[in-house]
């Protein structure tokens, strides 16, 4: 958040942000891209090239150590897509590992 806020504003903020962010990059990857792929090509390709693309086009600061847990995330949000049939549990599911990777940094 901007420095000078209140705590609260903070938190409303860093909020807004993480749905933001989680809402476009769903909405991209697994909306966009592995939706269309799907029907071209099947869902496995689907899947690969959606968590390719996505892993490529992530910020990479931080995420070169945990890279195999970066992938292996973001298939199972593309399968879970796939099995859902639906953004809203890759959505949440996205949303809330944002938190509880944020709140384990900050503790």
């Known amino acids: 958040a901007p420095d000078g806020v209140t705590p609260f504003f903070a938190a409303v903020y ?11 990059s769903e909405v991209a990857f697994r909306g966009i891209v ?29 995420l070169v150590e945990r890279t195999v847990g970066v992938i292996a995330i973001l298939l199972a949000w593309s399968w879970l897509r796939h099995l859902s049939g639906s953004l809203i549990a890759t959505l949440m599911a996205h949303i809330g590992a944002i938190i509880v990777w944020d709140a384990i940094l900050w503790t």
């Open 34 to 62: 592995q939706t269309r792929l799907t029907r071209l090509a099947g869902p496995a390709a689907a899947i690969a090239v959606a968590t390719f693309v996505n892993l490529v086009l992530h910020r990479w600061d931080g």
């Open 14 to 24: 860093w909020l807004g942000v993480v749905v933001a962010m989680s809402t476009a």
